[in-house]
């Protein structure tokens, strides 16, 4: 049985995450994309902190996007 790592165990580089509306960051857009935690009411929940350079560009809640990964 394979199990799969959450996001916060996943040590692969993150490609880009995208919304349902259609929006994305992505690496080809000069962005770089870390998830993080902080705490919810009951347990910690995921965030993504997406930088353009070392500027924090924008702060996304994990609940809103889908992640895709490098690949290899």
């Known amino acids: 049985?394979?199990?799969t790592p959450t996001i916060m165990e996943d040590d692969r580089p993150?490609?880009?995450i995208?919304?349902?509306d259609g929006g994305e960051y992505n690496?080809?857009?000069g962005f770089t994309i870390r998830p993080y935690q902080e705490n919810g009411?009951?347990?910690p929940v995921?965030?993504?902190a997406v930088y353009k350079g070392?500027?924090?560009h924008t702060r996304v809640p994990g609940r809103m996007v889908g992640v895709t990964y490098e690949e290899g």
Do not use: C, H, Q, S
Request: aromatic share 24%; charged share 25%; net charge negative.
């Open 54 to 56: 070392d500027f924090l």
């Open 1 to 3: 049985m394979t199990i």
């Open 18 to 20: 995208w919304f349902e």
């Open 27 to 29: 690496t080809k857009g």
């Open 46 to 48: 995921v965030w993504f």
């Open 14 to 16: 993150i490609r880009g």
């Open 41 to 43: 009411e009951m347990a």
